[in-house]
């Protein structure tokens, strides 16, 4: 995501626009198609949340249509959203003339490589690393193969895209990475714009532009088990198995014999994708809270998923936002978009020390930054801020409300709102499609690539067994033989 220069620091950190670019320039009014697999609802998870205020920030001046393979019963805000079937992306494709994607879909759908739109490729969440987690309890050929399908996907994005969005400066550092092994930093990319702002530009993830207003109360006074007196520790999202809500659980078992009146909330239990499971570290915290008698007590979990529209009613009703995590590779490169909801709602923080909101937390005084797994310094904190002692709280809030106007969506989203008044396609895209339909055509022969030979190994490997069982050696036989005429 971009910032605005000096906004947010290091946590989102600050590009500069694409060289060129005029931001007077009279906008052409654009075809933009935004796509993602997720559900579009009243109660939406992250990456539709990004969608849907993609598709709201580009509708005043272009002709948005937001979609998803995944259900859709909500109605767009200047913007048609709908629900499609695989077989209808194509023709969204070829009727647009800016495609935003996320998610898993160039596997899906190869003739992404040849379309001749331009291509925006959101790649704020890194996936092939949150897969080591969200499947770290399978056996491991299966995760091994889920691994392979995300990098597979990740090299026909990366391979493809015209402009890269990522969530922070640390993210950028990643994606620059990635970009430079497929090739992607080249002469062309490079001569065009040395920064590499024209091909991969920080766009965070965001929050209202509007105050949050609550309606009615939704925790305090509401939830059995909690009055409207109590000291609510919010944990504002999912609970996925790369965060760590057991420290959190055993912190709160301490802060009870000090602070009596904590109640600690689980905000989401329940994923809004009904294809999205409930994970191991959900079912051990439950078992973990019981045990330690904290449920119904200290401890409580909503079951279900907050509408998008309605959180501010829980989070308005909380007096610390927390989030812990596990000192991860995934940690390292995350963008925690629930701490942006307590930006909003103006809640003192605690965060686990590791990624790039704990940074933006210690440097300007938005809480306290706590070691992983560390239960006592988590108890210290939570207590410090719940009591307010010393105005510690006093001096967060302060602080909270003057970063949050950093994180609106107008500010982050602004390097894309800018790109899609004058849409291009990347430097090199023109070599690309040129070496493309060469090799196509057999007038140029690919040097394969390390993971090439080794994928073609696997797949020859295959073969040889197949033929073997149908028809034994002589089959396999024949099949080397065949092969070696038709290269020769």
């Known amino acids: ?147 392979a399908f995300a990098l597979g996907e990740l090299s026909l994005q990366v391979r493809r895209g015209d402009l890269f969005l990522c969530a922070s400066r640390r993210q950028r550092d990643l994606w620059i990475g990635h970009l430079a092994a497929a090739g992607r930093i080249n002469p062309e990319t490079y001569d065009a714009d040395p920064s590499l702002a024209s091909l991969i530009t920080i766009v965070p993830f965001g929050t209202s532009a509007e105050p949050p207003r609550q309606e009615r109360r939704a925790v305090k006074g509401v939830t059995a088990g909690i009055a409207e007196t109590d000291k609510v520790v919010l944990w504002g999202g999912g609970v996925y198995n790369w965060f760590d809500p057991l420290t959190l659980v055993h912190a709160v078992d301490r802060v009870r014999r000090t602070v009596p009146e904590v109640r600690l909330y689980f905000l989401g239990m329940k994923h809004p994708n009904p294809d999205v499971p409930e994970m191991a570290v959900a079912t051990r915290t439950r078992a973990l809270s019981d045990e330690l008698g904290l449920t119904g007590r200290h401890v409580f979990f909503n079951e279900d998923w907050v509408a998008y529209e309605r959180r501010a009613d829980h989070l308005l009703d909380a007096d610390v936002g927390v989030s812990c995590h596990f000192p991860h590779v995934e940690t390292e490169f995350s963008f925690r978009t629930r701490i942006l909801d307590y930006l909003w709602t103006g809640l003192p923080i605690v965060t686990t020390a590791g990624d790039s909101f704990a940074e933006l937390v210690a440097a300007r005084g938005l809480g ?20 307010d002692r010393d105005g510690a709280a006093t001096a967060a809030r302060d602080a909270v409300r003057e970063v949050a106007p950093e994180f609106t969506w107008p500010v982050v989203l602004a390097p894309l709102v800018e790109f899609c008044r004058t849409p291009r396609r990347a430097a090199d895209a023109a070599r690309i499609a040129a070496e493309r339909e060469a090799a196509a055509s057999g007038s140029v022969t690919p040097r394969p690539g390390v993971r090439a030979l080794a994928a073609a190994a696997r797949r020859d490997a295959g073969a040889a067994v197949r033929h073997l069982r149908a028809g034994g050696v002589r089959q396999v036989v024949a099949k080397v033989r065949w092969r070696l005429a038709r290269r020769r």
């Open 368 to 387: 306290r930054v706590v070691p992983p797994e560390d239960a006592d310094a988590l108890a210290d904190a939570l207590e410090e801020l719940l009591v």
């Open 1 to 147: 995501m971009v910032a605005v220069t000096g906004a947010p620091g290091d946590a989102a950190g600050s590009v500069a626009p694409a060289p060129g670019a005029d931001a007077s320039a009279a906008t052409t009014r654009r075809r933009v198609l935004v796509v993602t697999l997720d559900t579009i609802a009243d109660r939406m998870a992250g990456p539709a949340i990004r969608a849907w205020e993609i598709s709201r920030a580009l509708a005043p001046e272009h002709d948005v249509r937001l979609v998803t393979f995944g259900r859709c019963t909500r109605q767009g805000e200047g913007f048609e959203a709908r629900h499609i079937g695989v077989g209808d992306f194509r023709s969204e494709v070829d009727a647009s003339d800016v495609v935003v994607v996320q998610g898993f879909v160039f596997n899906a759908f190869d003739w992404l490589q040849t379309v001749e739109q331009v291509l925006v490729v959101d790649l704020y969440d890194p996936f092939q690393l949150e897969t080591l987690e969200v499947d770290r309890y399978k056996p491991t050929d299966e995760r091994h193969r889920a691994l």
